[in-house]
């Protein structure tokens, strides 16, 4: 996927979250969120955008040194979804204003102003997931856009201490884990192969091919989208399992986001 196609995602996500919410009880827990309800998920999603977008707007060159934002949140919780809806109408605004391979600063490896959109369209869409859940609709995740997810998750993990300080110590003695499709055509579309160091981890090249690897989990795209940011658990029907347990229970009990 491309920058101008997470763009449109993000519009089309935040659509779908608005539309499973804006007649639901917004003191519906939300399972996938202990402790939040639909309120809260959808005051965070939109306080994201907002944040996300005058980053944007400011094409910042450096860390922020505060988090301060006017999110102009409405006066009644009731009008949270057609503020979340808003959110998204003004990051789109600022999108297309936006050259996105402007460089500028981001937590993870891409430097430039497309990492914003790419993160704001992967938050958005699991909370979408999680505001389906908690309503007990199920929820759907494209092939492609769960490929680009699943990359994107994986590429920015090893930057992510700082709000998930657990990532720190996914160490190893030269070990490694394939994320693989079932949907896989075999040439490497759809396979992720991640290398645990003593100095840390990093996706690794696969380029000669695929080789075997010490743990293997195998899932449909959407699912493995959803088994790495913690909705789903790996014990599922939903996923093969090979190679060493250990190694995936010690992953999966760092690598929360």
């Known amino acids: 996927m491309n920058p101008a196609q997470h ?12 539309a499973a919410v804006k007649a639901a009880d917004l003191s519906t827990p939300v399972p996938t969120c202990p402790g939040w309800t639909l309120e809260d998920l959808t ?7 907002r944040w996300f977008t005058e980053l944007l707007r400011r094409r910042i060159q450096q860390p922020p040194t505060s988090r ?13 979804p057609d503020w979340l809806a808003a959110s998204a109408a003004e990051a789109a605004g600022v999108f297309a204003a936006t050259d996105l391979d402007t460089p500028m600063w981001a937590w993870g490896v891409d430097q430039h102003a497309r990492f914003w959109v790419r993160r704001m369209l992967f938050e958005t869409l699991v909370h979408r997931v999680d505001a389906q859940l908690a309503l007990g609709l199920p929820p759907q995740v494209d092939h492609a856009l769960a490929v680009d997810g699943i990359d994107e998750f994986l590429t920015n993990l090893p930057f992510a201490s700082s709000f998930a300080p657990l990532t720190a110590q996914l160490r190893a003695a ?9 949907e896989g055509d075999g040439d490497g579309e ?10 840390g981890f990093a996706l690794v090249s696969d ?51």
């Open 7 to 18: 763009g449109a995602a993000v519009a089309a996500e935040t659509a779908a979250f608005v």
């Open 43 to 49: 005051r965070h999603v939109g306080s994201v955008h």
């Open 68 to 80: 301060e934002v006017d999110l102009r949140l409405p006066e009644r919780p009731d009008g949270l």
């Open 174 to 182: 030269d070990r490694t884990i394939r994320f693989s499709c079932t």
């Open 190 to 199: 759809g396979d992720w192969l991640v290398g645990l160091r003593p100095d």
């Open 207 to 257: 380029d000669a091919g695929p080789r075997a690897a010490d743990a293997t989990v195998r899932g449909t795209a959407a699912d493995l989208l959803l088994l790495l940011y913690g909705r789903l658990d790996r014990r599922d029907d939903a996923f093969r399992l090979h190679g060493d347990q250990d190694l995936l229970t010690q992953w999966f009990a760092h690598s929360a986001f």
